[in-house]
């Protein structure tokens, strides 16, 4: 069963701007702002998000998966790094992740 948990926060790109301090070179201003819009709960599901230096850790309906920023095989682009982080965290949690027309949606995998 596939369940919808929020919507992107599209305004956490401005923390990617030029002119915003952030000598990290992963974007982690962004992370934890996009991030933020993840956290999510209702009475079939709970979504946890949170990002501890390069690794992002997912906590899904009590099970927990952490995907890492991969700046050298995934793209020095954050915005890419962090959808790939996070399939990564839910896959390893027992999820598929998807983002579509800005929508978080997190399937269980077959067991």
Do not use: C, W
Request: no cysteine; hydrophobic share 40%.
């Amino acid at each position: 069963m596939k369940f919808k948990v929020g919507n992107e926060d599209t305004s956490a790109a401005a923390k990617l701007a030029a002119d915003f301090p952030d000598n990290s070179g992963i974007g982690v201003h962004y992370m934890d702002q996009y991030l933020k819009a993840l956290n999510a709960k209702s009475e079939n599901f709970e979504v946890k998000a949170k990002r501890r230096g390069l690794k992002v850790s997912l906590k899904i309906n009590g099970s927990v998966g952490a995907g890492l920023m991969r700046r050298l095989e995934v793209s020095e682009d954050p915005k890419i790094m962090l959808q790939a982080a996070l399939r990564e965290a839910a896959k390893n949690a027992g999820y598929a992740y998807s983002l579509e027309d800005g929508a978080f949606y997190f399937e269980a995998l077959a067991e």
